[in-house]
């Protein structure tokens, strides 16, 4: 049933069912057939066999479906019949507008989306034969069930029929708030390209959180796919700062538009976040004044800003990418004086690697949060301390 999502509980053993997954035709979901509380026990084996730390609180678990925020979808097919999910080993296109990952409110989105390519005449870029326009649909919802769309394409072709048709996706998709054009021209692999055109007035999308902090997403944001367990990560970061005596000054490296600096912002504390990205921190810096709040933004290479720094602060927050911090900044941190160290690490093997390179900051609390339900990725966030 068009709509409904792929995904289903089943009473009798507490697993997930994905038609898509028993059909072979996506399988990205590796352990949908681990019963859930194993998957979480495994996650946890795993993340304290790579991190020493005293204290584990308990794993963050959400939602096991209808838990991500955000649809990366290929497009193909044909105009008049576009798929939106994945390709298969041929690079025909594999519908996936119905699964159960995404929220409700994707889902129904998704639909009109497709609906509305195919009555644009939107030609879907076909990868075998290196012709065609629209690639991608990225589609991201806020907790107040507003949407930024970005129809990723080959180049500015598409661009007068999309104007001329977006007051009919705007009505047709309900909360539609921001809608982007992103020009990706290379044949490979690339979900997206550097040059961004905003069609609507809005050009962010407001993540209002139960955290009491509302971040502004532009279209090149990065935001956890998870609401509720990224929430969950800002709330567990915020305690354990405020727990700890005499936290004056707080760096956020890899700070994004700003979600652990805003959270930690204090009256008398002194908080800067540093994102490569200018976007980001333009972001950032609308939200720290929107919510009245003394943190500072720059635009700088974390590493690079770390080094050049003449004084440390009393704790620095990192959330690096996947591959870590690395060894310049780990032999920075080891040898700044920084009394204590938040990481929030997507890769709790990398996350191993730095804390082997800065022996004198050691976990002494830890959490494993379920960000990623179903693979065998998570989120790990670890107090250090000198």
Same mark, same amino acid.
């Given at each position: 049933?068009?709509?409904?999502? #792929?995904?289903?509980?089943?009473?009798?053993?507490?697993?997930?069912?994905?038609?898509?997954y028993?059909? +072979?035709? &996506?399988?990205? &979901?590796?352990?949908?057939?681990?019963?859930?509380?194993?998957?979480?026990?495994?996650?946890?084996?795993?993340?304290?066999?790579l991190?020493?730390?005293?204290?584990w =609180?308990?794993?963050?678990?959400g939602?096991?479906?209808?838990?991500?925020?955000?649809?990366?979808?290929?497009?193909?097919?044909?105009?008049?019949?576009?798929?939106?999910?994945?390709?298969?080993?041929?690079?025909?296109?594999?519908? =996936?507008?119905?699964?159960?990952?995404?929220? %409700?409110?994707?889902?129904?989105?998704l639909?009109?989306?497709?609906?509305? $390519?195919?009555?644009?005449?939107?030609?879907? /870029?076909?990868?075998?034969?290196?012709?065609g326009?629209?690639?991608?649909?990225?589609?991201?919802?806020?907790?107040?069930?507003?949407?930024?769309l970005?129809l990723?394409?080959? *180049?500015?072709? =598409?661009? !007068?029929?999309?104007?001329s048709?977006l007051? !009919?996706?705007?009505?047709?998709?309900?909360?539609?708030?921001?809608?982007?054009?992103? $020009?990706?021209?290379?044949?490979? !692999?690339?979900?997206?390209?550097?040059r961004e055109?905003?069609?609507?007035?809005?050009?962010?999308?407001?993540?209002?959180?139960?955290?009491?902090v509302?971040?502004?997403?532009?279209?090149?944001?990065?935001? @956890?796919?998870?609401?509720?367990v990224?929430?969950?990560? /800002?709330t @567990?970061?915020?305690?354990?700062?405020?727990?700890?005596?005499?936290?004056? *000054?707080?760096?956020?490296?890899y700070?994004?538009v700003?979600?652990? #600096?805003?959270? =930690?912002?204090?009256?008398?504390?002194?908080?800067?976040?540093?994102?490569?990205?200018?976007?980001?921190?333009?972001?950032?810096?609308?939200?720290?004044a929107?919510?009245?709040?003394?943190?500072?933004?720059?635009?700088?290479?974390?590493?690079?800003?770390?080094?050049?720094?003449?004084?440390?602060?009393?704790?620095?927050?990192?959330? %690096?990418?996947?591959?870590?911090?690395?060894?310049?900044?780990?032999?920075?941190?080891?040898?700044?004086?920084?009394?204590?160290?938040v /990481? *929030?690490?997507c890769?709790?093997?990398?996350?191993?690697?730095?804390?082997?390179?800065? %022996?004198?900051?050691?976990?002494?609390?830890?959490r494993?949060?379920?960000? +990623?339900?179903?693979?065998?990725h998570?989120?790990?966030v670890?107090?250090?301390?000198?």
């Amino acid at each position: 049933m068009r709509g409904a999502p #792929a995904t289903s509980l089943d009473a009798t053993d507490g697993h997930l069912r994905c038609h898509h997954y028993d059909a +072979f035709r &996506c399988r990205s &979901c590796t352990l949908l057939e681990v019963p859930r509380p194993r998957q979480l026990s495994d996650k946890e084996a795993h993340a304290r066999s790579l991190v020493d730390a005293p204290v584990w =609180l308990p794993t963050v678990a959400g939602p096991g479906a209808a838990f991500r925020n955000k649809a990366k979808m290929v497009v193909g097919g044909g105009a008049e019949a576009p798929t939106l999910g994945i390709l298969d080993r041929d690079l025909a296109g594999i519908d =996936l507008r119905d699964c159960g990952l995404h929220s %409700p409110g994707l889902r129904s989105a998704l639909e009109h989306v497709a609906a509305w $390519i195919s009555h644009a005449g939107l030609t879907p /870029y076909d990868v075998a034969a290196r012709a065609g326009e629209l690639k991608h649909v990225l589609l991201t919802e806020s907790p107040d069930a507003e949407l930024m769309l970005r129809l990723v394409v080959r *180049s500015t072709a =598409l661009e !007068a029929r999309i104007r001329s048709r977006l007051p !009919a996706l705007l009505d047709a998709v309900a909360g539609l708030r921001v809608v982007t054009m992103n $020009i990706q021209p290379e044949h490979k !692999a690339v979900l997206e390209g550097d040059r961004e055109i905003v069609l609507t007035e809005a050009a962010a999308l407001p993540m209002r959180l139960a955290t009491g902090v509302t971040l502004r997403l532009g279209p090149r944001s990065f935001f @956890q796919t998870n609401t509720f367990v990224a929430e969950a990560l /800002y709330t @567990q970061a915020r305690t354990w700062v405020d727990e700890l005596p005499d936290v004056g *000054s707080v760096w956020d490296l890899y700070c994004g538009v700003g979600g652990f #600096a805003l959270h =930690l912002a204090r009256p008398g504390r002194d908080v800067l976040g540093i994102e490569v990205s200018a976007d980001a921190v333009d972001a950032a810096t609308v939200t720290a004044a929107d919510l009245g709040v003394a943190a500072r933004f720059v635009a700088a290479d974390a590493t690079a800003y770390a080094l050049a720094a003449r004084t440390a602060p009393d704790l620095v927050v990192v959330n %690096p990418p996947r591959r870590g911090i690395g060894a310049d900044l780990a032999g920075w941190l080891e040898d700044s004086g920084v009394d204590h160290v938040v /990481y *929030s690490s997507c890769n709790a093997e990398s996350l191993a690697r730095d804390l082997g390179l800065m %022996p004198s900051l050691r976990p002494v609390r830890a959490r494993v949060l379920d960000m +990623f339900p179903h693979t065998s990725h998570y989120e790990v966030v670890a107090l250090l301390a000198r």
